[in-house]
């Protein structure tokens, strides 16, 4: 398979585990006989050194052209005083905008050698395997109106959803949980909020064109709570945009660490963009330290959902799986008896799994 990537590496430890993804990436293209190109562009902070803005045209053009980007970190305190309107975060907004990418996914994997990393209890989260998917580009974050009244003292934000946004992140839901194990929560408020009884109808609507999956429609107080008392009960999550940005965070502590969690921002067709779940970390930047896996199982995920290469990721999962087994970790892993290894040394043992 021929692919053509864009690598956009960005700022801080974005730039050390870039380059942690595409040795992965390298070797999974030499044992599987694909042909994967790559191409570098700027973003964030690094792109305001270069050109004086976070998302120049020339990366956007690069991203539209591309069968999919991996993304490292954008961010950090060196550009907090260029400009308000020059802000590194803006090139990842904006990227996200200008590709349609209205699709946001985040598996909560729980590797059993990370079990006691985590604060909750072992016998919680052992089994537990989800897949968040978070309606990124309509909802509370973009309705309009959204302004201050009343001379500054009151203000509106808006809970917008069309019958097509929510369609199309409902049909990834049902998909996603068809290609897993075959249930699907959907989380809304709809004993409260109107634009989630719209959501509830189309899901019952849209649950008629897949009998083989399972449906349960959930209250996002209750969701919340179950997904620290009972995460094993949960496969698929499908949520509009404030719901899943706090229900994603929360879960991130099943995992043990920020910097395993990998996630996809995808559309229905097209290109999709993949990227750890953390930040540039700037206190651990440039010190070789960085946990380089959630770059790398991000690349894992761009191999499934947008090559359809599904063994070759899991080979990737399998390879990380094996090196937290085998004791390998980053300092930010609180793991008492393995062996601490810093960026390089850990993306060495994966290419060795692999
Ligand atoms: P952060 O995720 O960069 O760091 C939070 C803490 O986790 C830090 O102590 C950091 O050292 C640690 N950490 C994060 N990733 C790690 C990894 N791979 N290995 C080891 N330790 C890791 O979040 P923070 O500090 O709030 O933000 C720093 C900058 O990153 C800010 O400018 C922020 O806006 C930006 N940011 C960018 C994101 C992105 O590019 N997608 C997401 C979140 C924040
Ligand atoms: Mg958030």
């Not at 044992?31 to 803005?53: L, M, R, V």
């Amino acid at each position: 398979m021929k692919k053509q990537i864009v690598l956009l590496p960005g700022d801080g430890i974005g730039r050390e585990i870039m380059e942690s993804a595409k040795a992965v990436l390298e070797a999974i293209a030499k044992k599987y006989n694909h042909e994967f190109t790559f191409e570098k562009h700027a973003i964030g902070g690094d792109a305001i050194d270069q050109h004086g803005i976070p998302l120049p045209e020339e990366t956007v053009q690069a991203c539209q052209n591309a069968d999919a980007i991996l993304l490292g970190a954008v961010g950090g305190p060196k550009w907090d005083t260029v400009s308000p309107n020059i802000r590194p975060e803006k090139g990842l907004l904006g990227i996200r905008k200008a590709l349609g990418l209205f699709a946001n996914l985040r598996p909560i994997l729980g590797f059993k050698a990370l079990l006691h990393a985590s604060p909750l209890k072992q016998e919680i989260i052992e089994g537990s395997d989800i897949l968040i998917i978070r309606e990124l580009t309509g909802g509370l974050y973009f309705g309009e109106p959204r302004e201050r009244r009343d001379n500054g003292n009151s203000a509106v934000d808006t809970l917008l959803y069309t019958r097509e946004e929510i369609e199309r992140i409902v049909e990834k839901g049902f998909e996603s949980a068809r290609i897993r194990n075959k249930h699907l929560t959907s989380v809304d408020k709809a004993n409260v909020l109107e634009s989630s009884r719209l959501w509830r109808e189309i899901v019952e609507e849209k649950a008629k064109e897949y009998p083989d999956v399972q449906v349960e429609h959930l209250l996002v107080d209750a969701a919340a709570m179950k997904l620290i008392t009972s995460p094993s009960q949960f496969d698929v999550i499908v949520t509009e945009n404030l719901f899943g940005d706090i229900l994603s965070d929360e879960a991130s502590v099943l995992t043990g660490s920020l910097g395993m969690l990998p996630s996809a921002s995808v559309r229905t067709d097209g290109v999709g963009l993949y990227e750890p779940v953390h930040g540039s970390a700037p206190d651990i930047a440039g010190k070789g330290i960085a946990n380089p896996l959630g770059i790398i199982l991000s690349a894992a995920l761009m191999l499934r959902h947008s090559f359809g290469l599904d063994e070759e990721a899991k080979e990737i999962e399998s390879a990380v799986n094996a090196c937290l087994e085998e004791g390998y970790h980053t300092a930010d892993l609180a793991i008492k008896n393995g062996h601490q290894v810093g960026t390089i040394e850990m993306t060495n043992a994966v290419l060795e799994y692999l």
